[in-house]
């Protein structure tokens, strides 16, 4: 039986949903040219994720080639509340690390569930993901598209009609497909 890394089934649900559903109109350029870093980490605690996340951080710093890291992290933080919490500490760390202004971290997870909407509502699945993520973006980088891209303030109500017009059901069949290999 083949061994599917955690990895490769966020990058699948990148190429399928994020890009595949045009949720991120800025993804695509990058996917293709390899310049999105997939980080698994092994982290079964805050505080070890947050080391994580620092080394990314500094990894970043350091390699201009990479554009946007998703760190991965399956063992820690899967319930939402938590994840969303830790949310506070990964900004605290950008200020420590005097990062604020320069990177942001973008937040993906598989119970994701905005304000005033139900868990089950199918809009959620702008920022679901198969595993729990944390998606660090050069803050430069992403000013410089959203300026270049027409109707950028109109991206998350697409996503969100988007979202509803496919319904829970389809796009829970897409994440499993997603997490499956596309064996569904």
């Given at each position: 039986?083949?061994?599917?890394?955690?990895?490769?089934?966020?990058?699948?649900?990148?190429?399928?949903?994020?890009?595949?559903?045009?949720?991120?109109?800025?993804?695509?350029?990058?996917?293709?040219?390899?310049?999105?870093?997939?980080?698994?980490?092994?982290?079964?605690?805050?505080?070890?994720?947050?080391?994580?996340?620092?080394?990314?951080?500094?990894?970043?710093?350091?390699?201009?080639?990479?554009?946007?890291?998703?760190?991965?992290?399956?063992?820690?933080?899967?319930?939402?509340?938590?994840?969303?919490?830790?949310?506070?500490?990964?900004?605290?760390?950008?200020?420590?690390?005097?990062?604020?202004?320069?990177?942001q971290v973008a937040s993906f997870h598989p119970d994701y569930q905005f304000a005033d909407t139900?868990?089950?509502?199918?809009?959620?699945?702008?920022?679901?993901?198969?595993?729990?993520?944390?998606?660090?973006?050069?803050?430069?980088?992403?000013?410089?598209?959203i300026d270049a891209y027409p109707d950028v303030e109109q991206i998350p109500a697409r996503n969100?009609?988007?979202?509803?017009?496919?319904?829970?059901?389809?796009?829970?069949?897409?994440?499993?497909?997603?997490?499956?290999?596309?064996?569904?």
């Amino acid at each position: 039986m083949e061994t599917v890394t955690k990895s490769a089934v966020v990058r699948r649900w990148v190429e399928d949903l994020v890009v595949g559903l045009n949720l991120c109109p800025f993804a695509g350029r990058e996917l293709v040219n390899n310049r999105i870093r997939f980080v698994e980490s092994a982290a079964t605690t805050e505080e070890q994720l947050l080391g994580t996340l620092e080394a990314e951080l500094a990894l970043l710093n350091n390699d201009a080639a990479i554009e946007t890291t998703l760190l991965i992290h399956p063992d820690v933080l899967q319930d939402f509340f938590d994840y969303n919490q830790f949310l506070d500490t990964a900004d605290r760390l950008l200020e420590q690390m005097e990062l604020e202004g320069v990177y942001q971290v973008a937040s993906f997870h598989p119970d994701y569930q905005f304000a005033d909407t139900a868990a089950d509502d199918a809009e959620n699945y702008t920022n679901r993901s198969p595993y729990p993520l944390l998606h660090i973006l050069r803050e430069a980088s992403l000013e410089k598209s959203i300026d270049a891209y027409p109707d950028v303030e109109q991206i998350p109500a697409r996503n969100i009609e988007r979202m509803n017009s496919l319904g829970r059901e389809h796009l829970e069949l897409l994440m499993r497909r997603c997490i499956d290999g596309g064996k569904n």
